[in-house]
């Protein structure tokens, strides 16, 4: 018999380079080298990685293999030797993501060693993240080695996204939290703080969130604002500050209603003079008018040390007042609590209407008198001096005409009244009792009508209005703008319109709202970059509109520029306004359309490389 070792050594002598046996089962040796890996539950690194060099000696042109034989030696500790074979690995198969994100971590390990080659393991990283988005290691590692090459902006849009994959995540929250402040991006610190504070928030987290809600007051960003401090009264319910910061947003952005509810848990907690102001405020709005003049009651009443609360009291009750037709109440009042502070000038117009509402002639022009002298600037009063000096003679009251325009002076005062507090109904009959009595002297009560008429829905008589105001005064900047956009709005003579709104624009360059009206006149003339340019300008003049971001975002998306366009919206959605939700709907679309863009374009398959063999 032959000595075994012979045999041995024979084989040991056979040229390795030989083609294999037909029976070699290619398949069979990459689970048997598998099973040697330490993530296959194995020990021998070193034996799995022979097993695979023999599978890619057969099989030259199989990505799997390379990967597999790149993790085994990256297991084996032998991280240059493990990025040939992985990057080949990405050669053969560009689209495979396992690949790219095993060469992208593999990088990320050399780098840690070498910090010269960060910037190849970052780009490695960003194919591996835009192969596989639902990673959440490529992202963190993203994170990790932008910080380190002093990337913020990349640092922070890494950490986002992982947040966003794991949201009870917190280092990652906290890590893009220091990006945005580090960046400045508001957007990226605003989705932090509120991620932090979702669940069971410490005390530095909540500080973190009370002052970003401080920072969205002061720049406008109501709506982000009043989901802030909602979030903090949800973890601290019985703080009576939050339910009226809660409030006094919703006061701003015109929800009365809401905001007494929260103006009420308020109350309920820690009751003030401040808070029922505010609660008079929304129940004047709600027309409550009765139930506001018992709150203010109370308030004027009260010493006068209390400042600008108990002064700007004393103004609503006079309101409240007048509005439920109670002159001879406020002469009362006044008789015993003179005009004081900042609110005098607005109370002697209320003492001179209260007079014409009882028909008290002689004392009305003594008052008128009084207040064409102290307070000059007052509209009433200025208007009020342009009368006929004999119609403020008492001798000449016998006369219609005088007491005509008084009783219309009074009139358009009372309109004035209502449209602050949105009853345009009200207001509307006002205008229509003032145009009675006499010509419409002022340009002011034509655009206060037409503004009423377009609350209550009547665009055709708006515009009707609007053309009697241009009759009047045709080159009035306010009635071009509003004649012209109110045109727009109807899909009316687009180029007059333009034309109208140009000519405002010329005389007020510097008026957001009217810059804005251009703008959007000349994006339904089809003038796609002029129209961009203007309302960017609009943007830099009016930065807190959510209408000059919805027009720009339109402008943006109807060029194809979705990324600008989205951005555009989400920044008007940081403020209120009436139709925010269809906005929000058409954002959440918007989303989703970009979303299929860009994995569509990392689904198209790369050209088939020739002569390609199977992978086991």
């Not at 893009?176 to 987290?205: M, S």
């Not at 007079?355 to 009305?364: G, R």
């Not at 002011?444 to 009047?472: F, G, T």
């Amino acid at each position: 018999m032959r000595d075994p070792r012979t045999l041995i050594l024979a084989g040991l002598l056979v040229p390795p380079l030989l083609a294999a046996p037909p029976q070699v089962d290619v398949r069979a040796l990459m689970l048997e080298a598998r099973a040697l890996q330490l993530r296959g539950g194995g020990t021998d690194p070193e034996a799995a990685a022979a097993l695979y060099r023999r599978v890619v000696a057969l099989v030259p042109k199989s990505a799997e293999a390379r990967l597999r034989l790149s993790e085994a030696l990256q297991e084996s500790r032998d991280l240059d030797g493990a990025l040939a074979p992985a990057q080949k690995a990405v050669e053969l198969a560009p689209q495979n993501g396992e690949a790219r994100a095993h060469l992208a971590l593999l990088q990320v390990q050399r780098a840690q060693k070498d910090a010269a080659l960060m910037p190849e393991a970052r780009t490695d990283l960003e194919a591996a993240a835009a192969l596989l988005p639902q990673d959440p290691e490529v992202w963190a590692r993203l994170g990790e080695v932008s910080e380190q090459l002093h990337d913020d902006p990349a640092a922070l849009r890494a950490w986002l996204r992982l947040g966003r994959l794991r949201p009870s995540f917190t280092p990652a929250w906290e890590r893009a939290y220091l990006q945005a402040v580090a960046t400045h991006n508001y957007a990226g610190k605003r989705e932090a703080v509120l991620a932090l504070n979702a669940h069971h928030p410490d005390e530095r987290q909540l500080r973190m969130l009370e002052d970003l809600a401080r920072e969205q007051i002061q720049a406008g960003f109501l709506a982000h604002a009043e989901e802030s401090f909602l979030l903090l009264a949800r973890h601290l319910p019985q703080e009576p500050a939050l339910w009226e910061n809660i409030s006094l947003v919703r006061l701003q952005t015109s929800r009365f209603a809401e905001a007494l509810d929260s103006l009420g848990r308020a109350e309920a907690l820690k009751p003030s003079p401040r808070i029922s102001f505010n609660m008079a405020m929304a129940l004047m709005n709600l027309g409550r008018f009765a139930e506001a003049e018992t709150r203010l009651k109370v308030l004027v009443e009260a010493p006068a040390d209390q400042g600008p609360v108990s002064d700007g009291a004393q103004a609503l009750y006079a309101e409240s007042l007048l509005l439920q037709g109670k002159g001879a109440a406020l002469l009362a009042y006044v008789k015993r609590h003179p005009p004081r502070g900042q609110v005098a000038g607005e109370m002697q117009v209320f003492i001179c209407q209260a007079h014409i509402s009882l028909n008290d002639w002689k004392a009305a022009l003594e008052a008128i008198q009084d207040g064409i002298q102290r307070f000059p600037k007052v509209a009433f009063f200025a208007q009020a001096a342009t009368l006929p000096s004999k119609y403020l003679e008492y001798s000449f009251f016998s006369r219609k005409e005088a007491r005509s325009s008084l009783e219309q002076l009074h009139k358009e005062g009372m309109a004035a009244l209502w449209s602050e507090f949105r009853r345009w109904d009200k207001c509307l009959e006002a205008i229509q009792q003032a145009r009675a009595l006499g010509p419409v002297r002022s340009v002011d009560i034509l655009l206060m009508q037409s503004s009423a008429l377009e609350q209550l829905d009547r665009p055709l008589d708006a515009l009707k209005v609007l053309r009697e105001a241009q009759a009047m005064a045709p080159t009035n900047s306010m009635v071009q703008n509003n004649l012209g956009y109110l045109l727009l709005e109807q899909d009316q003579d687009l180029p007059e319109a333009a034309s109208l709104i140009e000519a405002s624009a010329k005389a007020t360059p510097d008026n957001g709202n009217v810059v804005d009206s251009l703008g959007w006149a000349q994006f339904k003339l089809g003038k796609l970059a002029e129209a961009e340019a203007t309302l960017r300008r609009a943007a830099g003049l009016s930065p807190f509109s959510p209408e000059v971001r919805r027009h720009l975002g339109e402008v943006l998306l109807k060029q194809g520029k979705l990324e600008e366009a989205a951005e555009q919206w989400e920044r008007a959605l940081a403020f209120v306004f009436p139709d925010r939700q269809d906005l929000e709907k058409r954002l959440g679309d918007l989303r989703l359309r970009i979303a299929k863009d860009q994995a569509q374009k990392v689904a198209e398959p790369a050209p088939a490389a020739e002569d390609d063999e199977e992978a086991p």
